[in-house]
């Protein structure tokens, strides 16, 4: 089927604004993962989910991010009281379930988030 | 910490050319590396996936190898394209979580 999608693909807002992001994993894909990456860097890690859970939030940068996936499959991340250094591109990927060891992970196109 | 570079930060080539990518990463418990590759406002394009117990692997012109105890990765690319042209990233994840920590990435330019 499809890949996984991200929407909105560009997203400009106004410092202290609240955004969500929304991400639509590969059918089937029960892990899903969020990363955020900065000009000329690779990918830094945000959150995962395994299911409804998320199993590993540490990557979360502080309080004002926030990510739920309420029914296993597309995950919102939500940022509240948008900062300028919140500006990225914000990319999701999901994989199969790792219990089976298969840990491929297929990246939607992600989302440009500008703060002014 | 697992820290990841990459080495060159960037690379150009006349098309034809063999090439090798380079991947460093510091702490040698992983569970796997994977490469991918990203055109310019994309996302990420699985390339291949080496598990910690293979030494390499291979999908037509790519051939990734894996060398865990010195904590290092190639990418060679045979008889390059000028469609190859693109940054590629590497990407390992460790024995004790779920997140993958990513290096730079080499941006590759192929030259017709």
Redesign the interface.
């Known amino acids: 089927g499809a890949g996984v999608s991200q929407t909105p693909s560009n997203k400009v807002t106004e410092k202290g604004k609240y955004v969500e992001l929304r991400c639509d994993p590969i059918s089937g894909h029960t892990a899903l993962y969020w990363y955020r990456q900065s000009l000329g860097q690779g990918p830094e890690f945000l959150i995962y989910f395994q299911g409804t859970g998320a199993a590993d939030d540490s990557g979360l940068p502080n309080d004002r991010f926030f990510a739920v996936r309420p029914e296993g499959s597309v995950s919102t991340l939500k940022i509240q009281r948008t900062e300028r250094g919140d500006s990225a591109v914000y990319l999701c990927a999901s994989s199969l379930d790792p219990g089976q060891g298969a840990y491929e992970q297929f990246f939607g196109p992600g989302t440009r988030l500008t703060v002014l | 910490k697992q820290e990841?570079t990459q080495i060159p930060a960037a690379l150009s080539v006349p098309e034809g050319e063999n090439l090798v990518l380079n991947c460093s990463f510091t702490d040698s418990a992983i569970?796997?590396l994977?490469w991918?590759r990203q055109d310019p406002g994309?996302?990420?394009?699985?390339l291949l996936?080496i598990q910690s117990s293979q030494r390499e692997q291979t999908s037509g012109r790519l051939n990734a190898s894996l060398d865990k105890s010195s904590g290092r990765s190639t990418l060679y690319i045979a008889a390059s394209q000028p469609g190859d042209s693109a940054t590629y990233?590497c990407?390992v994840?460790d024995n004790y979580?779920?997140?993958?920590?990513?290096?730079?990435?080499t941006r590759l330019s192929v030259l017709p």
């Open positions: 990841v569970y796997n994977q991918f994309k996302g990420l394009t699985s996936l990233l990407a994840k979580g779920q997140n993958f920590v990513f290096g730079p990435g």
